[in-house]
C-alpha cells in the first residue's frame, strides 16, 4: 500500500474562534494549571489532553509545544483544527482575550481543515492513495459498521493488519466517520494493550 505525497496550496487566514473551542481551551489551560502542582498528571504525551471538543499534549521544548487538535462538532472528520499553542495562547483564547487566529485552510470545498503551522500536510487533500489502500480503507470502512467495541475493531483490523502497531491503528482509525465518536478515541497505552490481548487470544 502507498501514498502519494501531492501538496495542495492552503489558505492563509484569520479565522474566528469558535465558543466550543473557546470554552475547551479553558478547561486546557486548568488542567495545565493543576498540573503544576499535582505530579500525577502528566501532559508529555500525544492525548494526554482529553477536554471538550479537544484533543493533543505538550511536546518537548517548541516555541508552540502543546500541539492540540479541535474536533468541531458539526464538522466530521475533514474540517478539524490542528493547533500548536504557547500557554499564553490557551490562556487568553479560553479567557476571551484572544478571539481570532491565523491558520492555514485547505482550499478544496469538501475539506475544512485548518493547520497552525505552514508546512503542516492535510491527510485528506495533499495525499493520492493508490488502488490497494483505497480497497484496504474500504474494508476498513465496512468493519467499522460491524463493530461496538473497540476490542472488536482491534481484532477485525489484526485480520486485515497482522503486523499492525499502536501507531498504524490510530493513523487508521481516527479518519473513518463516526468511528471514535462512537466508540471513543484511542490512547497509545490502549492501543498497545488491545493489540496485546487479542493477539494472546487462541
Not at 503542516?120 to 467499522?144: H, I, M, P, V
Amino acid at each position: 500500500m502507498a501514498r502519494r505525497f501531492l501538496p495542495k496550496p492552503k489558505e492563509r487566514r484569520k479565522v474566528p474562534i469558535p465558543a466550543e473551542l473557546r470554552d475547551s481551551l479553558h478547561e486546557v489551560f486548568e488542567l495545565i494549571q493543576q498540573a503544576k502542582h499535582e505530579p500525577d498528571i502528566v501532559l508529555d504525551y500525544d492525548d494526554a489532553i482529553q477536554v471538550g471538543a479537544v484533543c493533543g499534549g505538550r511536546c518537548g521544548k517548541k516555541p508552540r509545544p502543546y500541539v492540540l487538535t479541535y474536533f468541531p462538532e458539526a464538522e466530521g472528520k475533514r474540517g478539524r483544527w490542528y493547533l500548536t499553542l504557547h500557554r499564553t495562547e490557551i490562556e487568553d483564547i479560553g479567557d476571551g482575550r484572544m478571539t481570532e487566529i491565523t491558520m492555514f485552510c485547505c482550499t478544496s470545498p469538501e475539506c475544512h481543515c485548518k493547520f497552525r503551522e505552514e508546512k503542516e500536510s492535510c491527510f485528506f487533500c495533499d495525499y493520492q492513495d493508490d488502488e490497494e489502500t483505497r480497497n484496504f480503507q474500504g474494508r476498513l470502512e465496512a468493519l467499522a459498521k460491524t463493530v461496538n467495541t473497540k476490542e472488536e475493531w482491534i481484532a477485525g483490523y489484526l485480520r486485515e493488519k497482522p503486523d499492525a502497531t499502536a501507531a498504524s491503528v490510530i493513523a487508521d482509525y481516527n479518519p473513518i466517520e463516526g468511528l471514535g465518536e462512537r466508540l471513543g478515541w484511542f490512547s497509545f497505552p490502549e492501543a498497545e494493550a488491545l493489540i496485546q490481548k487479542v493477539r494472546s487470544q487462541p
